[in-house]
């Protein structure tokens, strides 16, 4: 079956109201080596954190998630909070203040604000919210998540067309290689041709001996191996890329091509071939960074 890419990065929204409840769930999605989520409940709702976490997490997998809520509740049972005071914590703030501003010798200006500000002198009391309500809240956040994942198909649609180009240069540079491979190893004779002549008469040489060392020369500087890995490991993230587009995998696979091209640019010894490596892993870059974008 074929899977399509999708990008890491992504917006959704959606939105929900009825009689009761009115909630609104904004979800923007950044690059991220694993599922992290920011989810951003008000405090009467903490309780749906750990199943809105697992749930994002099943239809996300992977990036930076912040999930954030505009929510007003419509129903004046629930809209309406009532406030508590600890009036035992007020009394002991002020005696405590007023002591220290006695000690410090400092004047203690506008004690009502300053007692007002030790937290838990004024709270809310907790908020009743029907289970219907929950589910609601619930059912927008997943709504939200599935047009973030359509956001995510659209540019992953943009991102699978760049790194298949990207692809094809490699492979263009490849096949140059090829062809340079006749020129290379008539250099590489004449090299070493050249370096014994300056050393040695050529009436002395054992042409037989010179021919076997060549021969074992050659073969230390052979590519051959490398390139058909290199071919193998393109037609790889091609086929990755159809059926399991991965960012984590398409980011191994181009580990392994960018080992090719550097142990092709090192053994090819001569010039042109290593201006193909050199192109070859300029486009490499590229993928790199569009892969780090993948879910």
Request: aromatic letters at 8%.
């Given at each position: 079956m074929k899977e399509e890419i999708k990008s890491m990065t992504g917006f959704g929204r959606a939105?929900?109201?009825?009689?009761?409840?009115?909630?609104?769930?904004?979800?923007?999605?950044?690059?991220?080596?694993?599922?992290?989520?920011?989810?951003?409940?008000?405090?009467?709702?903490?309780?749906?954190?750990?199943?809105?976490?697992?749930?994002?997490?099943?239809?996300?997998?992977?990036g930076t998630i912040t999930c954030s809520y505009n929510i007003k509740l419509l129903d004046p049972q629930n809209a309406q909070q009532e406030l508590q005071v600890n009036q035992a914590l007020a009394k002991r703030s002020l005696e405590t203040l007023t002591s220290l501003s006695d000690f410090l010798g400092v004047e203690f200006k506008d004690p009502f604000r300053e007692i007002l500000k030790v937290p838990e002198v004024i709270t809310t009391a907790e908020r009743e919210i029907s289970p219907e309500i929950k589910e609601k809240i619930v059912e927008v956040t997943l709504q939200a998540a599935a047009q973030l994942n359509e956001f995510r198909l659209v540019e992953g649609k943009a991102?699978?067309?760049?790194?298949?180009?990207?692809?094809?240069?490699?492979?263009?540079?490849?096949?140059?290689?090829?062809?340079?491979?006749?020129?290379?190893?008539?250099?590489?004779?004449?090299?070493?041709?050249?370096?014994?002549?300056?050393?040695?008469?050529?009436?002395?040489?054992?042409?037989?001996?010179?021919?076997?060392?060549?021969?074992?020369?050659?073969?230390?500087?052979?590519?051959?191996?490398?390139?058909?890995?290199?071919?193998?490991?393109?037609?790889?993230?091609?086929?990755?890329?159809s059926k399991e587009p991965k960012g984590r995998k398409l980011n191994f696979i181009a580990q392994e091509m960018g080992r090719e091209m550097n142990t092709l640019g090192v053994k090819s010894n001569f010039f042109p071939m290593q201006q193909c490596a050199v192109q070859m892993k300029e486009k490499l870059e590229q993928i790199k960074e569009q892969v780090m974008n993948i879910v």
């Open positions: 939105a929900f109201e009825n009689e009761w409840i009115k909630v609104q769930c904004e979800i923007k999605a950044l690059n991220g080596r694993y599922f992290e989520a920011d989810i951003r409940l008000p405090r009467f709702l903490s309780e749906l954190d750990p199943s809105l976490r697992r749930l994002l997490g099943e239809k996300l997998e992977r991102t699978g067309e760049k790194l298949r180009s990207l692809i094809d240069e490699i492979s263009v540079e490849l096949m140059a290689i090829e062809q340079h491979e006749g020129n290379r190893r008539e250099s590489l004779k004449e090299r070493v041709y050249g370096n014994v002549l300056d050393h040695v008469s050529e009436n002395l040489v054992d042409m037989n001996r010179l021919e076997q060392e060549l021969l074992i020369y050659l073969d230390k500087w052979d590519i051959a191996e490398e390139k058909q890995r290199l071919g193998q490991h393109l037609t790889y993230f091609i086929e990755t890329m």
